[in-house]
């Protein structure tokens, strides 16, 4: 069977496409401007990086989003084989094209920064010191994840090359996120949380909706694929009001911005353009919800929708022209001051309270991420046209998800940030909460793959299910701890590598045969941990002593002996845990994998 070729568009259809999209340009160009407004630059990198970094920027995150929506449709509510690989090409053309918007971007971005009119007998002579920044290193990343995300769609058609296209293309828009602004010293994990949130849901939502339009109409009016792309679009609707509202108000020093900073006043304009957006959703599922037969009203359904979905394209666009608009000039809470004290200027945090008990019950700081996540792990629970989910794997999954918001959000992740103790303590939770959603068969999906490996080999049962606390007992013991307390993308690994892990370990006791077999699998993990709390306890070498030891507390002020106390924290969790476990699989012993 020979592959399906995309109809070739017509004349008209690309004139309005261009126009749309020089309009759309001109929009971002006019909105970066005001947005600029009065902000003072050393040296103005001429007209063509001015006006050519929030074009950049609109090409790179509208092709990024078809890309990244197209993959998602493609691998995931497409069943038939040509309307995928025409989903699939769409989004390849779209990931190569986000490629070159990036790679355009990162050379705009350059001549911003430096003040080098493009074109200038200087221009690049110190690319290397810019790449070398932070920002340049994740503009990199992000232009490299991309071009090896464009590379791997070209490898063939499969539903698989289209759900490893998405994860590429994730990874890439994650490297996006980081280059967010700052925010102010004190909200930047939120910014970038947010603005993580936003992107992908930016992705799934017109990325999506513009890849059904290139499908033909048997399929782009097919109600069991709107239907499934409806309830996409209506968690991204959600995620795009949340975070928005979120990045907004960390990028503002106060109600008084939307008076007098173009800045804010965009991104108000961008909430009203979603509220209107939420509107044309919610006449779309009233179209849905009458149908698409063959009869007068489900061809009128049809007519609505289609005209519904071109209107929403097009309001979707402008808000991405005015969010690179936003991308290309400086929020005003970037002028913020960061909190008095070593520890505000080591962490960007003013420093907690001394932990009593009424400190600890009632420290909260949220993180969009970890927040993000377990909404996820719901949605994904009950995603309309899933088979009825089994009570008590559904209150073990709500557990989970409220321990991972708790943990990433609570105590544990204000006083983490200065004390040894609260900081392993935070990881060895998350790895406990990772092993109760492992433990979840509906979502993690039975463990057929690993049992059909690890089945009859319980050493390597043992070395799987070891080698995430392993990773994660490396990881304090190196460096790397350093620039996961320091930056936000190393602390985001260091949190999926404590919860995957724990999903991981979960999977491997699952999937080894009920005996000895299983004990010894479940058992590596434990005493590796166990060996990690004694030497913490015994060890005389402070971890990250440059950050642990220099936050300024007055309370708890010998971190050695802090981290000591860490090290009584994982030997009693351990503890705990393996006997819990121990009782619950005695009381149910016969529970289905």
């Not at 947005?35 to 995150?61: C, E, S, T, Y």
């Not at 943990?407 to 200065?418: D, E, R």
């Not at 979960?506 to 045969?513: D, E, G, H, S």
Request: charged share 10%; hydrophobic share 55%.
């Amino acid at each position: 069977m020979t592959a399906p070729v995309l109809a070739r568009p017509a004349p008209r259809t690309l004139v309005l496409l261009v126009v749309a999209l020089l309009a759309l340009a001109l929009v971002a160009v006019l909105a970066a401007d005001a947005a600029a407004g009065g902000n003072l630059v050393l040296r103005d990198a001429g007209a063509i990086a001015r006006h050519g970094a929030p074009v950049a920027a609109l090409i790179a995150d509208l092709a990024s989003a078809l890309g990244l929506g197209g993959a998602v449709v493609a691998g995931w509510l497409l069943r038939d084989r040509e309307d995928r690989i025409r989903a699939l090409t769409a989004a390849a053309i779209a990931a190569g094209v986000a490629t070159l918007g990036r790679a355009a971007a990162l050379v705009l971005s350059y001549a911003v920064a430096t003040g080098q009119p493009v074109g200038s007998p200087r221009f690049g002579s110190d690319l290397g010191v810019y790449l070398g920044t932070e920002l340049g290193i994740w503009l990199v990343t992000a232009l490299v994840l991309t071009a090896a995300a464009t590379t791997l769609a070209l490898t063939g058609t499969s539903r698989g090359v289209a759900r490893m296209l998405a994860a590429g293309l994730l990874l890439a828009t994650f490297a996006t996120a980081m280059t967010g602004h700052a925010a102010g010293d004190a909200n930047h994990e939120a910014a970038t949380s947010t603005m993580l949130a936003h992107l992908l849901a930016v992705g799934l939502w017109l990325g999506g909706l513009g890849a059904l339009q290139l499908l033909p109409a048997r399929s782009r009016d097919d109600a069991a694929v709107v239907r499934g792309y409806s309830h996409l679009a209506l968690i991204s609707w959600i995620m795009l009001a949340l975070s928005g509202v979120w990045a907004l108000a960390v990028r503002m020093n106060g109600p008084g911005d939307l008076l007098t900073s173009a800045y804010v006043q965009l991104g108000a304009l961008k909430m009203l353009l979603l509220l209107l957006l939420g509107g044309l959703g919610w006449l779309q599922r009233r179209a849905l919800a009458t149908g698409f037969d063959a009869g007068e009203e489900g061809r009128a359904a049809v007519t609505s929708y289609r005209r519904l979905a071109l209107l929403e394209l097009a309001l979707m666009g402008l808000a991405v022209a005015l969010a690179a608009a936003m991308s290309s000039s400086p929020p005003p809470a970037d002028a913020g001051v960061p909190p008095e004290g070593t520890a505000g200027l080591l962490t960007g945090y003013p420093l907690p309270s001394a932990p009593t008990l009424l400190a600890v019950l009632t420290a909260w700081r949220p993180d969009p991420f970890g927040m993000m996540v377990a909404c996820a792990l719901l949605l994904w629970w009950w995603w309309p046209g899933s088979a009825a989910r089994p009570r008590a794997a559904t209150r073990r999954l709500l557990v989970g998800a409220a321990l991972l918001v708790l943990l990433t959000s609570g105590p544990l992740n204000v006083y983490g940030k200065v004390l040894v103790s609260a900081h392993v303590l935070q990881h060895v939770l998350l790895l406990g909460t990772g092993v109760l959603l492992g433990t979840v068969p509906a979502l993690t999906g039975p463990p057929g793959a690993l049992r059909r490996t690890l089945g009859r080999r319980p050493l390597l049962g043992a070395l799987a299910a070891a080698a995430p606390v392993a990773l994660l007992a490396a990881a304090y013991a190196s460096p790397f701890l350093r620039l996961a307390l320091d930056g936000h993308a190393a602390h985001l690994v260091v949190q999926l590598l404590a919860a995957g892990g724990g999903v991981l370990l979960a999977l491997c006791v699952r999937a080894t045969a009920p005996g000895r077999a299983r004990l010894l699998v479940a058992a590596a993990p434990v005493l590796l941990l166990l060996a990690a709390g004694v030497t913490l306890l015994l060890t005389d070498h402070l971890m990250a002593a440059s950050w642990f030891g220099a936050t300024g507390r007055t309370w708890f002020a010998d971190a050695l002996a802090d981290q000591r106390r860490a090290g009584i924290g994982v030997l009693l969790t351990t503890g705990l845990g393996a006997i819990a476990a121990v009782l619950l699989a005695r009381r149910n012993p016969r529970r289905a994998d």
